[in-house]
């Protein structure tokens, strides 16, 4: 795919620049270790305080971050989201950045699935790393904030899906959970042009596109598992958790039209009374935090550090 390929090639060419060089941060990265059988789709990279350096991990480890890349469920990888575990690991945390399986060749509930998996990798394998695995803090932007949700919500509602029952029967709870410009409601996709009349067509095809490549066009062969592409509806249901929900840190710029998504995620969580944080930055477009030299971006991830600060410490 062309859009791919764009971002790829523009993601191996920002790597190249010298200050984005890792051991420039104090930082250094395994690539490719392997959290399941599937070769490159589940794979991930770890990016973690090099040793000898302020932030290399004591006795009791580091707090850690799961990372979840956004691309619309269908396009970028780890590899494109290299900026976001630098940005992590040189504040101090063990990154796991993950890939997982594209649709539409491999439709939902298949990145969940992966996600889940890596997720029950992490907590098996962090210590290895120098990674506390009590201090877990899941994070992703747009579908990976969809993804991310979702594995919070497993980890927290007893549900049926053997992926699930999984996360649920570990016992590990993240720490907070980071929803970055989410398209936390796959289904109805249609739901956000009526609540942004001037969204340009392109936009709404593409926004169209996601949807139906991820779910299909028959929904009801999801069964109840479509729940878990739309983990806003949970959300805004009266099911009580079995377990406690974590702290939520969640942010998006005005001019994305994924910010009622947003919205609504804030309101739900006030609802019920759970600890979040929503932040948004005037007139910043999808995923804008990645644009790491515009000044909103920069406060974006001051936000996120204060927050961690006080429901993750380092």
Not at 38 to 47: A, I, N, T
Not at 164 to 189: H, T
Request: glycine content about 8%; hydrophobic content about 40%.
């Amino acid at each position: 795919m062309a859009l791919d390929g764009f971002f790829h090639g523009a993601s191996m060419l920002g790597s190249l620049h010298p200050k984005a060089r890792p051991a420039r941060h104090g930082v250094e990265v395994v690539k490719d270790v392997s959290y399941g059988p599937r070769g490159q789709s589940q794979m991930l990279d770890v990016y973690r305080p090099s040793p000898g350096s302020r932030l290399a991990p004591t006795g009791g480890g580091l707090p850690i971050v799961l990372y979840v890349h956004g691309g619309g469920f269908r396009i970028l990888s780890k590899d494109t989201h290299w900026v976001i575990g630098l940005l992590f690991a040189r504040k101090g945390y063990l990154v796991f950045n993950v890939n997982y399986r594209l649709a539409p060749e491999h439709p939902f509930p298949a990145a969940l699935e992966d996600v889940c998996a890596a997720y029950e990798w992490v907590v098996a394998n962090a210590r290895a790393y120098g990674g506390d695995p009590t201090r877990l803090v899941v994070a992703g932007e747009s579908a990976g904030a969809n993804l991310t949700s979702s594995l919070t919500l497993a980890t927290c509602f007893s549900r049926e899906e053997p992926f699930a029952r999984r996360v649920f029967d570990l016992g590990v709870v993240p720490r907070a959970w980071l929803p970055y410009c989410g398209v936390l409601q796959v289904s109805e996709i249609e739901r956000l042009r009526r609540r942004w009349p001037h969204m340009s067509e392109f936009i709404n095809d593409r926004l169209v596109e996601v949807s139906t490549a991820y779910l299909g066009e028959d929904l009801t062969r999801h069964g109840r598992t479509l729940e878990l592409a739309d983990p806003l509806t949970v959300l805004e249901s009266d099911r009580a958790p079995e377990r406690e929900l974590p702290p939520c840190f969640a942010t998006c710029g005005t001019s994305d039209p994924l910010v009622a998504d947003t919205q609504r995620l804030a309101r739900a969580l006030e609802m019920r009374g759970v600890q979040h944080e929503a932040h948004y930055y005037p007139g910043e477009l999808h995923a804008f935090q990645a644009l790491v030299w515009r000044p909103q971006a920069r406060q974006c991830w001051q936000h996120t550090y204060r927050f961690l600060d006080r429901h993750c410490p380092l």
